[in-house]
Every structure is written in structure tokens, then in C-alpha cells.
């Protein structure tokens, strides 16, 4: 759907520095707007809708049971409603808002203050008509068929900012060992249930015997998972339904229950993503098919951010590459789901890696943001979207935009990251900003910079 007349219509245009595509501002009135990851479109299936989240503050952490708000903002007639409150949300991601396979398929995270125990409702936006699910949401199939979700009161353990908020007496907060009662859960949405998809202990039982083991004993200290607090994490379908990316964190136990471990000891935590192929009409598991794509001796270097390539079978991410002489600068880099093909991203070998990766696919472009701290940030505040020609090498900043929230200075969760998403006919691209003290969501329309057959 070519959405740019209405656009322009309805919302103010972005001019800053001169941006080399046009940019709107899709919310602009004075709550605080954030759409959800660089992995996931806001835009609606049809292309007519965008789904954020309104955050109630961003000065400060989230206490168990604020509330925020899921609002749906019409991109043709320039309308947006608020559809429902959620107390299932953090700052990085939100309620972790999906859609599913049409417009009538909206997926977020919920709380029930009574018992504390998280979960998801599937929502129609346009009827409001609604299903309470039995699992929680990280990330929908691209059908909207299944849900995938590690336990998100837990992953503050490591980092804020991407689950759920509840009181800490409601959380598991001391598992010390791979659990076999815990790991990734799979909701079947047509009929509300979940299941354990894959236990932790299962993962590193099966990946110990592949040829793509987790490699405990390369990350000194932490060479005995027995000994760990071990959680899940991100957790992503590809593109095509098929496959499953899941990563793992662990630290070692201490005394007491860590949390926030990303802040009080970060040096402490090591980090890995597998892979699994899934039946997608069936949602059973190929165990067999588990495999270790980076392990924790690639990361500690360090990196960030992967996520799939749009052909599903590969994964882009942040990594250093000592082995190639860059040190612990971060690279581009890509590789096979089995953990095979690891390489720099070939057009990207003279530029440094930041933000947040995609591949476009027409297989010449490549699109991410910067951290307000990385060198390929401006300095000020401001960051741009790169846009890099994998033929070429030549990168360009598409759009320069401001992404210092000056309450991150409290605590690192509260920073904006633009988090660029396309939509799914890859033209047009939704991310985030600052404006002053308010977070504000904007589209980019790429059609002009596009290559076309």
C-alpha cells in the first residue's frame, strides 16, 4: 500500500539536516509514542495501520502495575486509538506488540495484578474483540500462528528494558542450574494454550553432542553451567516460519539472586544464540536440528543485535573479529544458522558495525542505527540511519535524528534507540527519537534509494 499521500496529509514532515528520504512523524501529539524492535514491523499486514505503545513516563523505571497504553494509529486518516492499557511492559520493547497475520491480529503483553503472572491477549483493534492467551509474547510467526517467549519476569536478571515488570517475591528469582521446567514457551493463538517448546537443560544437553556445542568452558569464570543462573532471552522466528533464533544468559550464582546484572556486573555475563528448525503447522520441535550460531566465545569480544537475514537461514549481527585485525572494534557480520560461513559481511569489511543490522533483501543493502555512545554517532545526541550498498561500500546517512533521552543518565534502559523496522514490503521503515524530553515514532518511505530490478 503506498501510503505517502496520506502521509503527508496527516502528519508532520521530519527536515532536520536534510534527511535523503521523506520522513514523518506518525506521533505527534504530547504523550510518549514507541514502536517495538528493529526485528518486527509496527505497520499493520495491510500497511495501513502502526501499532506503539504510549509510554505513561520516561524519567523513570517502571514499579509493578503502572500502566501504559496500546494505541493504533491510522495512517490514512491520521486517527489514532488508544485500544487497551497493559501492565506488561518495559521501556526497550514495550509490551512487546506483534501483529499476526492480518489486521485483526494484534498481540501484546498483560499482567494480572492479582496473581502477578504475565501473559499475552490477542486482540482484534478494529472490533475489540479479544482472547486471553495462556503464554506471553517475545516475538508472532509471520502468520501469526504461534507465539515464542522466554520467562520475561526473568530477563531483567540480566537487563531491563525488554520484559515484564512484577514485585520480585512473584519471580523465580534463585534457579541455580539448567532448569528442565523452564526455558522457551510456544502459545498456539487460534486456542489460547502454551507449552514448554524447549527446556534450558534440553538446549545444552542437545548442543553439547553437536557439532556446534555452547562452550562453557571457553568464558572463565563461567565454565560450569551447573553453577550458573542460566535464563532465556531473545527469541525470533525467521522470516519464513521454520526456525527458531534463541539466546541464552547466564552469570555465576552468587550468594543471593542476581539482577540487572548487565549494570551491577557486566563483565560477569556470557551470552549465546541457537538455532532450531520448527514444524510451522505443527509447532513440534526438531531437537536434532539445535545448534550453537555464536557462542560465548565470539560475543565476550564483544557484540550485539543479531537477528535473520530475510532468506532465513542466515544471521546478521555486531561481533568484534580479532582474528581479522580489528581488535574489539564491532564489524558487520554474518552467518549460517549451524554456526558455519562466519565472516564479515562482504561490501562491509572497511566500516565499523553498530546499532541495529538488517538486510534488505535485494541482497545490495544494508540498514542500521547507532548508539548515542558508539564512534558512528554525531557526538550530540544525534544518530543516523546508515544506509550501506553492499556493492559499493558506500554508506550514507539517510536520516539524522535526535536520540539522547537526558534520563538515561538514571539508568541506561531509559535511552532511546531508534530500533529502524521495515514494514513487509521492505519500502518503508519505522523507528524512533527524541524530541526533547519526549519519545516520538516516525516513518521513512525508501522507496527512492531502493535498488530495483
Known sequence: MDITASLDRHFPRYGKYSPLVPVWCVTPSAWHATHRFFDTSPISPSGRYLAVLRLPFENRLPEPGDVAHVGVVDLLTGVETIVADTRGWEHQLGANINWGGTDHELFFNDVDVSTWRPFAWKLDPLSGERLRLQGTVYHASPDGRWLISANLPLMRKTQRGYGVVVPDSAAPAWRVGPADDDGFWLTDTRIGERRLLVSIKKILNATASSVAPIRFDATTPTTDPERCEITGFHCKFNPRGDALMLSLRWFPAGGRPGWDMFINDYHSVRYAWVTLR??????????????????????????????????????????????????????????????????????????????????????????????????????????????????TGEERCLVRINALNPAAALHSVLRCDPHPAWDRTWRYVTFNGMEGDTRRVYIADLQKVIARP
Not at 315 to 335: C, W, Y
Not at 364 to 381: N, Q
Open 278 to 391: 520448527l514444524d510451522p503447522i505443527s509447532g513440534e520441535p526438531d531437537l536434532a536440528s539445535l545448534r550453537c550460531a555464536t557462542g560465548p566465545e565470539l560475543w565476550q569480544h564483544p557484540g550485539h543485535h543479531a537477528t535473520w537475514f530475510p532468506d532465513g537461514r542466515r544471521i546478521s549481527q555486531n561481533l568484534a573479529m580479532p582474528d581479522t585485525g580489528s581488535g574489539d572494534e564491532l564489524r558487520l557480520v554474518e552467518v549460517n544458522s549451524d554456526g558455519s560461513g562466519l565472516r564479515v559481511i562482504p561490501g562491509t569489511e572497511r566500516l565499523s558495525g553498530s546499532g541495529h543490522p538488517t538486510l534488505h533483501p535485494d541482497g545490495v543493502h544494508l540498514l542500521t542505527d547507532t548508539y548515542t555512545s558508539e564512534k558512528t554517532a554525531f557526538g550530540d545526541g544525534t544518530v543516523p540511519l546508515r544506509w550501506i550498498d553492499l556493492h
